[in-house]
């Protein structure tokens, strides 16, 4: 990863406390219905599921720019963006999601895969961390726990070899 995606990083993380207290501080926008919500974010993660990157996108920042703290609208935006290659974008609407529903370990895997494309596998690495530490108890996340080992050794073999992680 060039210095200038990893300038850009930090500065997104650093930033990331004082935007969460800001989203937090700041009053839900009723542009929207809550039907209408719901009935817009039925069609973004149609959108999403479809594959059409583009389309979810914009949904989904119309949604989280109505509730900023919705953890299923920015995670839908994260994915969306992941989906671009907006491996940067992603790992921020990721990050808010998780923040925001902490108990999901679904964020924590959309969240190390971008951290992964980006080349960031130390962080994808605690990502995991988290991921485990969330889902280890519960037996409907047993897959993802899976999965998750499995990007870890991944990250680990990588690290041995000295070669870049592949998003898997």
Do not use: C, W
Request: charged content about 20%; glycine content about 6%; aromatic content about 4%.
């Amino acid at each position: 990863m060039s210095t200038n995606h990893q300038d850009l990083l930090a500065d997104v993380m650093a930033d990331f406390e004082k935007l969460v207290q800001s989203l937090r501080a700041g009053a839900r926008v009723r542009v929207l219905e809550d039907e209408v919500q719901e009935a817009v974010y039925g069609v973004a993660y149609g959108a999403l599921s479809g594959r059409h990157f583009d389309r979810a996108a914009a949904l989904f920042a119309f949604l989280a720019a109505q509730r900023p703290t919705e953890a299923r609208f920015l995670a839908g935006l994260g994915l969306s963006r992941a989906g671009q290659e907006e491996h940067l974008q992603a790992v921020l609407a990721l990050s808010l999601a998780s923040h925001f529903e902490p108990e999901n370990p679904h964020h924590l895997l959309s969240l190390t895969q971008s951290l992964l494309a980006l080349g960031e596998a130390d962080m994808a690495h605690h990502a995991l961390k988290a991921l485990e530490m969330i889902a280890n108890d519960s037996a409907e996340h047993e897959q993802l726990l899976q999965h998750a080992r499995s990007l870890a050794r991944m990250i680990k073999n990588a690290r041995t070899t000295d070669t870049p992680a592949a998003v898997g």
